[in-house]
């Protein structure tokens, strides 16, 4: 076994970031997920306090110990402070944390049962069927009805049909085909449906404001609405894909490896696509199209903690969660009293920081 | 085929009417194998023959009519399957950015849990494999830098982990230059020995089958064509019909089996086969004479 002396590790017991030997099998998970916890509640705070209204961090932090019950914290907040931190700032803050973690983690998950790191959660026509409902929904005039949820209730009914389509579009003789043939089904049905939209667009241009707004990206909320439409399918989310996470580190030896190791390659990725594009149609029925979330998140993480999925899912939701509200902090502070697109923010920090991950990532190979 | 009728063990595997079709060609058909349960099967047949095919049949990774039987039951859940036979394909698919550790530990899969974590079981018994493949010194090293006969007992170690009883190997070493090729052989062998292993490879070279298999098991356009010893199934009239190439034989006293090929002659006529007594354990040459060539020196 002739190796240049040079590149032989040390014998026994090594360890780079990869716990290898047997007494310590937790390894730098713990620090990790710790990281990602602390970001998410950074980020948190960091949204509460920051706004047209200043909060001061510390009232802030004793005005939520207040509310947990059996704590009286004296903070000092006035009553309207409080009604800026509890009806407005906590929930829009929890949907950007519900948001980012959905985004990312279907992101991760996306790019791991496709073994394509350009595989992003809009890949199998979720965008553009919700792009399609909710056009439908603003130009038919409907998308105000039932207090304003028909909108997303159209954008998530969009969402799902678009990725059933694909999926069905993709079997060969009623049975999953591979990957591939599913991908191609998605650019196919995205491009169908987004010829659609600009039809419908074009014959209604007074749409086009509102409709343009929608494919951007928001997080305003009506109150509590949405969080409670969101949490739900999070936690759902989160508990499938982190399970599937190890089943999909076997899939990247590839479907008939992964057979013979003893995985099912379909039904898991049947169940994990499922799932990752529900959770994507939720967020995006909520908040619109908010780009490159579900694609930088995890190829940073994967920076962080190495490329296999059992640490890039549970770490891309907690770090995706941190990093949207974060984002959404700069969408309404950036311009105020004006709110830009968070989608617009996601982009600016998103492509540049993508482009560094990819060097940084050639430099190493 | 015969030999099949009364095997001295109990079987590891057994395939009945074995048929895979693949875009409406058959690429095998009507295939019946039985291995006994600690014997070295070597699969033979010229490139196209079904080798590959047949060992994706047994491995569950190809639609196919017939049954395949391990150790008395048919098996359809991967993870049971995966239990029982653990494959070494001939060209592995390596995940990017893996190290040698987290790549034999992913032979563990079909023993863990719903999240598929590894225990301490798990990296207790991976690291056993690795120091006992001399391996321990790569375990945080990425597979994809390593060498090639490096990395070839890496996805033995990943094989070897599972614990598997049947070991199927498809051209173990065909990316191998001939010293490792025969470092891993001899491996294999020492590791039935010491684990008692079922063993099925597929082989391009004749002589190595020869060395190497208990039993040799030939295809030639999907079909089982030989099956038997290799002192029976190795005679340069086998060799010049599946292979098309002029041979000569050789069998030792255990009933291993050399194999040499000769250039055809320009004005060669076709080979003018001497029959041979080649029972096991008999020594025996086998000479095939084309015009003009000598026999070479024993």
Redesign the interface.
């Known amino acids: 076994?002739?190796?240049p002396a040079a590149?032989?590790?040390?014998?026994?017991t090594?360890?780079?970031r990869?716990r290898?030997?047997?007494?310590r099998?937790r390894d730098l998970t713990v620090p990790l997920v710790a990281a990602g916890v602390g970001a998410a509640v950074v980020a948190a705070l960091v949204g509460l306090v920051v706004g047209p209204v200043d909060l001061p961090v510390g009232a802030t932090v004793g005005a939520l110990l207040d509310r947990l019950p059996w704590t009286t914290v004296e903070h000092g907040l006035g009553a309207s402070s409080l009604t800026i931190l509890f009806e407005i700032r906590w929930p829009r803050v929890l949907l950007g944390l519900a948001v980012g973690a959905l985004l990312s983690g279907s992101g991760a998950a996306y790019q791991g049962v496709f073994r394509n790191p350009l595989a992003d959660p809009y890949l199998l026509g979720v965008a553009a069927g919700a792009g399609l409902g909710a056009t439908l929904a603003i130009v038919t005039g409907t998308a105000t009805l039932a207090g304003g949820f028909a909108l997303p209730a159209a954008a998530f009914a969009g969402a799902i049909a678009a990725v059933v389509v694909t999926a069905g579009l993709s079997l060969r003789r009623g049975r999953p085909a591979g990957p591939a043939a599913l991908i191609l089904a998605g650019v196919a049905v995205a491009a169908l449906l987004a010829a659609v939209q600009t039809y419908l667009l074009q014959r209604h241009a007074d749409s086009l404001r509102a409709v343009y707004g929608w494919l951007l990206g928001r997080l305003s909320t009506v109150g509590w609405a949405e969080v409670r439409l969101v949490l739900p399918v999070l936690v759902v989310s989160a508990v499938v894909l982190?399970?599937a996470?190890?089943?999909i580190?076997?899939l990247?030896?590839?479907d008939?490896?992964a057979?013979?190791?003893?995985?099912?390659p379909g039904v898991t990725r049947a169940l994990v696509l499922t799932v990752a594009s529900l959770a994507t149609a939720t967020a995006v029925a909520v908040s619109g199209l908010i780009g490159f979330v579900g694609l930088i998140v995890p190829h940073g993480v994967r920076l962080l903690a190495?490329?296999?999925n059992?640490r890039v899912i549970p770490l891309s939701m907690l770090f995706g969660a941190a990093f949207l509200a974060l984002a959404d902090v700069a969408a309404r502070t950036v311009q105020a009293p004006a709110e830009l697109p968070i989608g617009v923010i996601t982009a600016f920090v998103g492509a540049p920081a993508f482009l560094l991950i990819l060097r940084s990532q050639q430099g190493r190979? | 085929m015969s030999a099949d009728a009364d095997l001295p063990t109990p079987l590891a595997l057994r395939a009945r009417g074995l048929g895979v079709t693949i875009g409406g060609t058959p690429v095998l058909s009507q295939v019946d194998l039985d291995i006994a349960e600690g014997e070295w099967l070597a699969l033979l047949g010229p490139n196209g023959a079904g080798k590959t095919t047949l060992v994706r049949a047994l491995s569950g990774t190809v639609r196919h009519t017939g049954t395949v039987a391990l150790t008395g039951t048919t098996v359809r859940r991967p993870r049971d399957r995966a239990r029982h036979v653990a494959v070494v394909p001939q060209t592995p698919i390596v995940p990017p950015g893996i190290s040698a550790f987290e790549y034999v530990l992913l032979g563990r899969t079909a023993h863990q849990g719903l999240r598929l974590s590894a225990s301490l079981d798990d990296r207790r018994r991976t690291l056993a494999v690795l120091q006992r493949l001399d391996l321990e010194r790569f375990a945080a090293r990425d597979v994809p830098s390593l060498s090639g006969g490096e990395r070839q007992r890496v996805v033995l170690a990943r094989a070897l982990v599972a614990d598997a009883p049947t070991l199927l190997l498809d051209e173990p070493t065909a990316a191998l230059d001939l010293g490792h090729q025969f470092e891993i052989l001899e491996l294999l062998a020492e590791l039935r020995e010491e684990r008692g292993l079922t063993v099925v490879t597929t082989l391009h070279d004749l002589s190595v089958a020869g060395q190497f298999g208990d039993r040799l098991a030939v295809l030639h356009d999907g079909r089982l064509v030989a099956h038997g010893t290799p002192a029976a199934v190795l005679t340069p009239d086998a060799i010049g019909r599946w292979w098309g190439v002029e041979a000569t034989t050789a069998v030792d006293a255990e009933g291993r089996v050399d194999v040499t090929v000769h250039r055809r002659r320009a004005s060669g006529r076709p080979a003018d086969v001497a029959a041979a007594d080649a029972a096991p354990g008999a020594s025996a040459e086998v000479v095939a004479r084309g015009e003009g060539f000598e026999p070479p020196a024993a």
């Open positions: 076994m002739s190796v590149a032989v590790t040390p014998s026994v090594v360890d780079d990869d290898v030997v047997p007494p099998p982190v399970l996470s190890g089943a580190d076997v990247a030896v590839g008939e490896e057979t013979t190791l003893g995985i099912r190495g490329t296999r059992r190979a």
